[in-house]
């Protein structure tokens, strides 16, 4: 970060066209008050760089998160009628996932095994619906005085339930405050949201997020803390209730 800006160096496998075409999304007047465009994107040898205004992260704490404001947000992006948006690619978050799996076959972990059972065969929607794609309290700055969501890699075309999911299963690990979801919830549903009135909307999502990072923390070898032992004890018990 300097200058006010922050930088963003893209993951190497980027495809320019289809982050241009994101990113060019959150410049149309119908977004503004929900995401935060970037001020430019430029090439950088075999990788892609941009540059952001510099905005405030969420406090450290989850307590103190703003959980309503979040849910309001993704209920304002989920009913962006994305027809005039025109070309855009399927949201990153199932293919994300997946290839974090493929690489889990080949692990020597004791626990791969049960995080995998716990993910396959987990159904995966494909609702065209405008959805950021990697949506978690990171994801979220405060800019000039409001808050929007950054961080558009995986902006796209897909289901709401992704975009939820990663905060209902966290929470239903316990690796959240007790009313992190509901809090979420309640503003998202008051303010139109599309899912989650019922658990089993956004089951499948919640069971993929905890089966994913439970995969990354087993990929990173190093060693595991209590969020990632509560992750992987959640993939025991999807396993066994399935």
Known sequence: MADGLAVKVHHGETVGTE????????????????????????????????????GEPVPRDPEAAPWAEAGRLLAALHQVDPSGLGALPQAGTPERVARAMRRLVRSDSPHAATVLRAWTGLPVSAAPRLVHGDWHLGQLVRYEGRWLLIDLDDL??????????????????????EDSWPRLLDAYLAAGGLCGRHWYEVDAAARAHVAHSAARSLLRGTELDEVDLALIEACHRMKEIR
Not at 21 to 47: C, F, K, Q, S
Not at 158 to 175: E, F, I, N, Q
């Open 156 to 177: 796209g075309l897909g289901d709401p339930s992704w975009d939820l999911g990663r905060v209902a299963g966290y929470w239903a690990a316990g690796v959240l405050p």
């Open 19 to 54: 982050l241009t075409r994101r990113l060019a999304v959150a410049a149309r007047p119908e977004l503004r008050a929900i995401l935060l465009p970037p001020n430019e994107l430029i090439p950088a040898g075999d990788r892609w760089v941009s540059l952001w205004p510099a």
